[in-house]
């Protein structure tokens, strides 16, 4: 089974897509997360990408395109859930292509909807544990006991450079311009399935499986 998490930032993909991969075994491929490993290595690609990351814009198709098709072939379980990608419609008719070349289907396209104001809120208040990833919220998920993560113990955490409120807002620009023309995109042939993302986390995650499960 393959599956498409669509929104805007902080529509809660990366939080949905972690709960996939628990329930349904499938491998998440987000490629946020890979241009930050590139960031943290301090490669090449991951200077680039820095810079246009941290002006909230997004990287060009060609690279992305050919980062995710390394990943699609080395992804084993039950199927892959995109979290992140695709972003711009050449990126959607990339993704189509690629699949239909090594026989696999998408089988569902899921938009999480969610007002805007709502996003610039979640994201300019989160970080996570620097150890596992949990993650947080200055006012909406504290942990337990402050400065330690409840998940791990750790009392290290780290905030992403592109979570404040200017780059949100240009992210939240990048969205609108060129990722949400895709939607029309996977609408015209009813791929597209609209879940309201602002629920909160757990009552998302029953909507989503309702989706995926078809009841
Ligand atoms: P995310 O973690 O999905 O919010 O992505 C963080 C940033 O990485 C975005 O604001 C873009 O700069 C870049 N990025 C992630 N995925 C893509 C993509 N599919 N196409 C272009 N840029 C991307």
Avoid: W
């Avoid at 104001?117 to 208040?125: N, T």
């Avoid at 290290?156 to 939240?172: A, E, G, I, P």
């Amino acid at each position: 089974m393959n599956v498409i998490l669509l929104g805007p930032p902080g529509a809660g993909k990366g939080t949905q897509a972690e709960k996939l991969v628990e329930t349904y075994g499938l491998v998440q491929l987000s490629t946020g997360e890979m241009l930050r490993d590139e960031v943290r290595l301090g490669s090449e690609m991951g200077k680039r990408a820095k810079e246009i990351m941290d002006a909230g814009k997004l990287l060009p198709d060609d690279l992305v395109i050919s980062m995710i098709s390394g990943r699609i072939d080395q992804a084993d379980g039950n199927g892959i859930i995109l979290d992140g990608f695709p972003r711009t419609k050449a990126q959607a008719e990339a993704l189509d292509k690629m699949l239909e070349e090594r026989n696999l289907k998408l089988e569902h396209v899921i938009q999480l909807d969610v007002a805007e104001d709502a996003v610039v809120e979640r994201i300019s208040g989160r970080y996570s544990c620097a150890e596992c990833g949990s993650g947080y919220h200055d006012s909406l998920i504290k942990p337990e006991v402050e400065g330690i993560c409840d998940n791990c113990g750790s009392k290290k955490f780290s905030r992403r450079s592109d979570d404040n409120q200017d780059t949100v807002r240009s992210r939240l620009a990048a969205y609108r311009e060129q990722t949400a023309p895709i939607l029309p995109y996977y609408a015209a042939d009813g791929r597209l399935i609209v879940v309201d993302g602002m629920e909160n986390v757990e009552k998302v995650f029953e909507s989503v499986r309702a989706v995926i499960d078809g009841v």
